[in-house]
């Protein structure tokens, strides 16, 4: 069983910057595939960003350019660092690490943190 905690969250203003963290405990992270998600109110979970094991990164294209996925394997921590901040940027952030062997696939999420960007 995996633990994902999720901190950094809070409110900032336009423009202003973030870092998450995501600290994983319970078993080591190397091989999964870990990202980020958010969900805003009255609206569907989205993905942010995504990196492999080995540190490719996948972006959506509303925060490409801004935002930047990073992981410590060693630490077992994943990073999301948040530039250029915007309104609709605001939401809940999610850590997620996914993992698929055969015949099972390994889904784990965290709590949530809340980024607030106000204009």
């Known amino acids: 069983q995996v633990q994902l905690v999720e901190s950094g969250g809070g409110s900032v203003q336009d423009g202003g910057s973030l870092r998450l963290s995501c600290a994983a405990s319970?078993?080591?992270?190397?091989?999964?595939?870990m990202g980020w998600y958010r969900q805003a109110p009255g609206k569907q979970r989205e993905l942010v960003a995504t990196?492999?094991?080995?540190?490719?990164?996948n972006y959506a294209d509303s925060v490409k350019g801004r935002f930047t996925i990073s992981r410590d394997n060693a630490k077992n921590t994943m990073y999301l660092q948040m530039n250029s901040l915007k309104p609709e940027d605001t939401a809940v952030y999610y850590c997620?690490?996914?993992?698929?062997?055969?015949?099972?696939?390994?889904?784990?999420w965290g709590q949530g943190t809340q980024v607030t960007v106000s204009s």
């Open positions: 990196i492999t094991s080995g540190g490719t990164a």
């Open positions: 319970g078993s080591t992270l190397g091989t999964y595939v």
């Open positions: 997620n690490a996914q993992k698929i062997v055969p015949l099972y696939k390994y889904n784990y």
